[in-house]
Structures are given as structure tokens and as C-alpha cells.
């Protein structure tokens, strides 16, 4: 451990300065702490958020989760939810967990910055403080030791209201190993412990800009995962187009019973997320080469946003919507038409990639 008010860290890149307090942060709505946390970390490596977790967009939905907290996603690669969101880029993560303070200050020495589950209730500088229990992210980039001999950790809160700077660590340490127990102000984020988990990842770089072959890679990949999901008896994670429809039956068969249907808020954030990010990136791509089809995958990108909204949000206020399961029937049908229309422009922008390409 540093002592005499010095900064203890592992090698890092150059970006971060932990004497100054600054560390690169990363926001856009609609995006949970889950993207934001990851985000922060990637440019911290010199990337784009939005070029590395812009590629991918797909259906993906695990029935058995647990879904209550803001960062929940279904985990699919052995190589953790940043290889599930970046899965076009040499990014990977791994929970673990510690107890204490100590336990804390070994991680950020091995790892460098980590990203830390909080209970947002026991943090100062969330408007929940006090008052609300609910799961959060943050990235804890640092710690020192005051000349008082003091432990506190640099913490970096990229989610409205936003914050960053040096925290006391029994703050930190309270709010990462909270009980975080069922909240009736917040019943989509509180009731699971957050257990003094911690989200490492390892970034590699990647080379030079972004190519067309990249982005061709990506459109390819995403339609592939959606002609080929799977939702059988067996699958734990129902996916793609034959995943949606189940998760849309899914939906149906629960529209009368307003506690089931509560987690699609929670779990929809990811997939909504997603789908934004993909829109941005395939926006982005249209403007620096050519409109064609990639702008259409942007809009058809905002269409699944949109419906994403629409499905959350109803299933959130389900128990006080006249009329919720005839609506929950015709907003399933536009999530699926949209996902089904984004899958159309993902082929025709391939076709168009690959006649310019002849």
C-alpha cells in the first residue's frame, strides 16, 4: 500500500492522471451504467465507445435471470458481458468479488481501473442517498492514503446527475457490500445483494481506424445471430428472431399478472441500449462514407429504440394500464416488426457493400 497522500495504481495509459483527478467519462441517453462504466474504461484506452460497443446489436434473454438490477445482462461468452458487447473487438471482463477496503485496493493494483456495484443508497453523491436502495455502477479507477492515513478511492459516476473525485472508503465500502434489500420506491433495481462484486476488463487496443471490412463483419454477424437463435427447452439464453418471438409469447402469456411482467423494464434497458449504440454506429458510418443503406440501419435502429421504450414502459406500469394485455399484444408485434425491418436493411446495406466492393 502508498502511503503520505500519494496515489497508488497499476500501469495505466497515459490518459488517466490520478493526481490531477480526471478520468475519462462517457454518457448518452438512453444508456444504462453498464454501457457508461464500459464506455468510460474504452476511452481511457484511446477508443471510441461508440465504434467498439456500436457493432453489435441482437436479441438475447435468459427466462431464469434474476432481473433487478440497472446493469443486468444476459451473460452468453466465457469471456464476460464486455466480450457479449463487444463481441467484434478484443475486449474482455470477469465478476469477482472482495469484502473490505484491502480487498478493494488489491483489485485496482492488479486490474488498474475496475469497475465497482454499488447500492446508490449509501452513496453521497447520488440524489438516492439516504433515501433509496438501488444497484449501480461505478468505475474506481484509484486509490491513496491521506496524510491522515485515511483510504480513499477516485470514483467516477458518469450517470446524471454525474460525479467524480475522491471518496472516503467507508462510504464506497458500505455502499459495495450493501444488502441492497427490496425498496418499495425503487422495485426494479433493489432486493439483490450486491455482495462487493467488481466487473475487471481487459482492453487490447485495436489497429487503425475503422475499415469498411469491419463494418461489414459486424452487419454480417449481427443478421447471422438473428437468422440463427435459437429458444428451445434446452437453451438458457433465447436468442435472435426464434428468441424474440418467444419472449414476445412470453409477454402475452404473463399480461395479467403485473409482477411477471415487471422485469422486461429492467432487462429491455440492455437490449434498448444496444440497439441505440447500433444506430449511432451505423449513423456514424453512413455520414463519413456514403448514405445508402447503412442510414437506413440507423433509422431501423431507432425504430427497435423506440419499441424497446414502449415495451418497458408498459410493462413497468402494467398493474395501473387499463386494457394492459391487448397492449402488451400489439407492442410485442412492434418490437418484433422492428427487429424484423432492421434485419432487412442489415441485408440490403451487405448487398450494397458488396456490389460496390465487385
Not at 20 to 28: A, D, H, I, K
Not at 111 to 118: E, K, L, Q, R, S
Not at 127 to 142: C, E, I, Q, R, T
Not at 258 to 266: E, I, N, Q, S, V
Request: aromatic content about 8%.
Amino acid at each position: 500500500m502508498n502511503a503520505g497522500g500519494t496515489t497508488g495504481t497499476a500501469l495505466r495509459t497515459p490518459r488517466w492522471n490520478g493526481t490531477t483527478g480526471t478520468y475519462p467519462q462517457w454518457y448518452e441517453d438512453p444508456l444504462s451504467c453498464l454501457q457508461t462504466t464500459l464506455g468510460s474504461i474504452l476511452l481511457e484506452h484511446g477508443l471510441r465507445p461508440v465504434e467498439v460497443l456500436g457493432h453489435a446489436c441482437e436479441f438475447a434473454f435468459a427466462p431464469d435471470d434474476a432481473m433487478c438490477e440497472e446493469f443486468y445482462r444476459p451473460a452468453q461468452s466465457s469471456r464476460g458481458v464486455a466480450a457479449d458487447l463487444c463481441p467484434y473487438h478484443d475486449v474482455e471482463s470477469a465478476w469477482t468479488s472482495g469484502k473490505d477496503a484491502d480487498d478493494l485496493i488489491g483489485l485496482i493494483e492488479e486490474h488498474a481501473a475496475v469497475i465497482v456495484a454499488v447500492d446508490n443508497y449509501h452513496l453521497p453523491f447520488r440524489p438516492a442517498y439516504h433515501d433509496v436502495h438501488a444497484a449501480h455502477l461505478v468505475v474506481v479507477p484509484a486509490w491513496r492514503r491521506t496524510g491522515g492515513g485515511q483510504v480513499e478511492f477516485y470514483v467516477s459516476d458518469a450517470q446524471p446527475p454525474g460525479f467524480q473525485g475522491w471518496l472516503a472508503a467507508e462510504h464506497l465500502v458500505e455502499s459495495w457490500t450493501s444488502g441492497n434489500p427490496t425498496d418499495t420506491q425503487d422495485v426494479f433495481f433493489s432486493s439483490r445483494e450486491i455482495g462487493g462484486r467488481v466487473l475487471t476488463v481487459k482492453v487490447r487496443p485495436e489497429p487503425g481506424p475503422l475499415t469498411d471490412d469491419q463494418v461489414v463483419r459486424a452487419l454480417r454477424g449481427n443478421l447471422d445471430k438473428w437468422d440463427t437463435g435459437t429458444a428451445g427447452p434446452a437453451d438458457r439464453v433465447w436468442t435472435g428472431r426464434s428468441g424474440l418471438r418467444r419472449f414476445v409469447e412470453r409477454l402475452e402469456e404473463h399480461s395479467a399478472d403485473p409482477a411477471r411482467l415487471r422485469p422486461a423494464y429492467t432487462f429491455g434497458w440492455a437490449m434498448q441500449a444496444q440497439a441505440y449504440l447500433h444506430g449511432r454506429f451505423a449513423q456514424g458510418c453512413a455520414l463519413r462514407t456514403r448514405p445508402g443503406h447503412l442510414a437506413e440501419v440507423a433509422a431501423s435502429a431507432d425504430r427497435v429504440v423506440s419499441a424497446w421504450s414502449n415495451v418497458r414502459l408498459l410493462s413497468a406500469h402494467a398493474a395501473h394500464t387499463p386494457g394492459a394485455p391487448e397492449l402488451i399484444r400489439r407492442r410485442g408485434e412492434e418490437l418484433t416488426h422492428a427487429y424484423e425491418q432492421l434485419a432487412v436493411d442489415w441485408r440490403l446495406a451487405l448487398s450494397t457493400e458488396r456490389t460496390d466492393a465487385s
